[in-house]
């Protein structure tokens, strides 16, 4: 495949991967109904990711690895996002968690100009300022206040952002590595992360044996779909710089609002959807957003 084709694969991925999270509440909020918490939800998500991605389908333990410390950081780095990210909207005000945490475009612009030299162009800072304010116009609750961190799930939420972003430029700055050991590294994180932050945050352990079997058929769905959503963005970050996959990722808060609508009735204001517009709107033309972006490809 040449490159155009490349990076058209590598935008899908990343809206997949968007989609995906975007819509994540509606089976963990189901999978709570059936008396599973959202920690071991996530364990065994990520156990099930790690058996059928990188044993059963890419045989990633038989594959030439190179890990080092930029590798580990990478899944370490990931492995906070992700949970970070889901027990702190199970535990705060979501719209400030939400908030803070996609707050990630600003980190990752950041670290990418300081680590991989994207330097965004004059029009690539408009489109990166049209999607944050985006972001921001359906996000912002002026009865919650400035986004500054007052609880200990706030402060994870921020840290998960940063986190977020930290994971996408280490992947850039590794584009030799096969994009499934590196999604690899990413669940291990996601594990190891989800087991700590279980006695973090709750302490409580729950029984995986006494769960009925449309649990675990919904567990496997979501591990599976976690398995193509993982490689996708590893590829997508071979071809698609660390701040316009950024951008493109905000399309999250798009399906996130959309599928509350649609499955719980949550009514979506003019303000939700022009905020959703401009973040749409930011990610068609995103691939301005760096000059440097021939010499990452």
């Not at 410390?69 to 535990?91: I, Q």
């Not at 006494?210 to 993982?230: C, E, K, N, T, Y």
């Not at 996708?232 to 609508?261: C, D, H, K, N, P």
């Amino acid at each position: 495949m040449n490159a155009r084709s490349n990076r058209q694969i590598g935008i899908l991925g990343l809206l997949f991967a968007a989609a995906l999270w975007g819509a994540m509440w509606y089976p963990y909020r189901w999978l709570h109904t059936q008396g599973l918490t959202m920690d071991l939800a996530q364990i065994a998500n990520y156990v099930i990711a790690i058996l059928i991605g990188g044993v059963l389908l890419f045989g990633v333990l038989k594959r030439p690895w190179e890990f080092n410390w930029r590798v580990a950081l990478m899944g370490l780095s990931a492995g906070w996002s992700n949970v970070s990210y889901v027990f702190a909207v199970l535990h705060g005000e979501v719209m400030r968690i939400s908030l803070l945490f996609y707050l990630a475009p600003v980190w990752t612009l950041i670290l990418a100009w300081i680590f991989l030299g994207e330097k965004p162009n004059k029009f690539g800072w408009l489109v990166f300022a049209f999607s944050f304010a985006g972001a921001a116009c359906m996000l912002w609750q002026p009865s919650l206040g400035l986004p500054l961190p007052q609880t200990e799930y706030e402060w994870a939420a921020l840290s998960g952002g940063v986190c977020f972003a930290l994971n996408n430029v280490q992947s850039r700055q590794i584009p030799h590595i096969d994009p499934a050991v590196k999604s690899f590294s990413v669940w291990c994180g996601c594990l190891l992360m989800a087991v700590g932050a279980m006695f973090l945050f709750d302490g409580q352990p729950a029984k995986l044996l006494d769960l009925s079997a449309s649990v675990w058929l919904v567990l496997l769905l979501i591990g599976g779909a976690l398995v193509i959503a993982s490689l996708g963005m590893q590829f997508a970050l071979r071809y698609i710089g660390a701040t316009e996959a950024m951008v493109i990722m905000l399309f999250e808060l798009v399906v996130a609002a959309v599928s509350a609508w649609w499955l719980a009735g949550e009514v979506l204001s003019l303000r939700e959807w022009t905020g959703g517009a401009m973040i749409l709107a930011g990610s068609l033309f995103s691939g301005q957003l760096a000059h440097t972006e021939e010499e990452h490809a």
